[in-house]
C-alpha cells in the first residue's frame, strides 16, 4: 500500500500536472471572474514554475554539498550504492537503461577503482508497480561487472522497494558480516539526507557520498536568471516529491 501510495504521491506533486489542472478549470468555468483569476493562478505558475534560478538555489538548499576525499576513510569496509537510476520496464530486456542520476554507479565504481572502499553493495529492488521483469540491483551489478569489478567484490540487496527497506535489508546483510564496519552511502545529493536518517534509525551510520547532482553552480549572468527553463519544471516535481518523501518518512517514524 505505501508503494503504491508513494507513486500516486509522485503523480500529485508533478507542476505540469498543476498547469493542466489550472487551465482545464479555466476553460470550464463559466463565471469570467473566476476565469481570470485562474489565469492568472496559471500565468504565477509558468513564471515562477520556469525558472531555473528558483529552482536551483532551492535544490541548492536541500542537496547534501559534495564531499571532499580527504574527509573520507583512508579506505573504508562497503560502499553502499542504492538504486533508481534504471528504467526497469523499458524493453527489451537484453540491456541495462540508466537514467539522469548515473553518477551514482558511476562514483561507486571510481570509489573501488581508486581504492577507496573493498566491496560495494548495491541495494534496490525493482521500481515497477505491476510486472518486474528484474530488479535495479542486479542491473547494476550487471554494469559493475562489465566494468572489471570481481564478483568477491560485490554485494546485492535486491528486495527493498524503499528507502526504508534500502537501509532494513542493508543491514540484514551486513549483520552477517561483521568485519564490515565503516560505510560510504553512494546515492543522488537530494536523497541524502532521507537515505542517512534511515539509515541512522537501523542503527548504521554511512559517510555520505552524495552523486547525481540536480543542481548547476550559482552565475550573475542574465541567463541564469532570465530564461525560462523547461527543465525547470521538472527540478521542482523531484524536489516537491523528496522534501514530501522526507515528511511522510518522518511521520511514519522510519528516520
Known amino acids: 500500500m505505501f508503494f503504491l501510495l508513494s507513486k500516486l504521491l509522485d503523480v500529485a506533486?508533478?507542476?505540469?500536472?498543476?498547469?493542466?489542472?489550472?487551465?482545464?478549470?479555466?476553460?470550464?468555468?463559466?463565471?469570467?471572474?473566476?476565469?481570470?483569476?485562474?489565469?492568472?493562478a496559471t500565468l504565477l505558475l509558468v513564471l515562477l514554475g520556469t525558472?531555473?534560478?528558483?529552482?536551483?538555489?532551492?535544490?541548492?538548499?536541500?542537496?547534501?554539498?559534495?564531499?571532499?576525499?580527504?574527509?573520507?576513510?583512508?579506505?573504508?569496509?562497503?560502499?553502499?550504492?542504492?538504486?533508481?537510476?534504471?528504467?526497469?520496464?523499458?524493453?527489451?530486456?537484453?540491456?541495462v537503461y540508466l537514467h539522469e542520476g548515473a553518477d551514482r554507479l558511476t562514483n561507486a565504481l571510481w570509489l573501488w577503482r581508486a581504492?577507496?572502499?573493498?566491496?560495494?553493495?548495491?541495494?534496490?529492488?525493482?521500481?515497477?508497480?505491476?510486472?518486474?521483469?528484474?530488479?535495479?540491483?542486479?542491473?547494476?551489478v550487471t554494469l559493475l561487472r562489465l566494468a572489471g569489478v570481481p564478483d568477491s567484490v560485490l554485494l546485492k540487496e535486491d528486495r527493498s522497494r524503499n528507502t526504508h527497506e534500502n537501509a532494513?535489508?542493508?543491514?540484514?546483510?551486513l549483520a552477517q558480516r561483521p568485519e564490515l564496519d565503516t560505510l560510504i552511502l553512494v546515492t543522488s545529493a537530494f536523497h541524502q539526507r532521507r537515505a542517512?536518517?534511515?539509515?541512522?534509525?537501523?542503527?548504521?551510520h554511512p559517510q555520505p557520498f552524495p552523486a547525481g547532482y540536480l543542481t548547476t553552480d550559482r552565475a550573475a549572468t542574465p541567463d541564469y536568471w532570465l530564461i525560462p527553463s523547461v527543465?525547470?519544471?521538472?527540478?521542482?516535481?523531484?524536489?516537491?516529491?523528496?522534501?514530501?518523501?522526507?515528511l511522510t518518512y518522518k511521520a511514519l517514524g522510519y528516520l
Open 13 to 40: 506533486l508533478q507542476p505540469a500536472l498543476w498547469l493542466v489542472l489550472l487551465l482545464t478549470a479555466a476553460l470550464l468555468t463559466r463565471r469570467p471572474a473566476r476565469r481570470r483569476r485562474l489565469l492568472q
Open 168 to 173: 532494513l535489508f542493508t543491514r540484514q546483510i
Open 51 to 95: 525558472n531555473g534560478a528558483l529552482s536551483n538555489e532551492a535544490l541548492l538548499a536541500w542537496e547534501l554539498p559534495p564531499v571532499p576525499l580527504r574527509q573520507l576513510p583512508p579506505r573504508a569496509d562497503v560502499a553502499v550504492l542504492l538504486t533508481g537510476i534504471t528504467s526497469v520496464s523499458k524493453s527489451p530486456h537484453d540491456r
Open 196 to 204: 542517512l536518517g534511515c539509515f541512522a534509525k537501523v542503527g548504521l
Open 231 to 246: 527543465d525547470s519544471l521538472s527540478r521542482w516535481s523531484q524536489l516537491l516529491h523528496e522534501i514530501a518523501g522526507y
Open 115 to 140: 581504492g577507496r572502499v573493498r566491496y560495494i553493495l548495491v541495494s534496490g529492488g525493482s521500481g515497477a508497480m505491476l510486472e518486474k521483469a528484474h530488479t535495479e540491483a542486479a542491473d547494476l
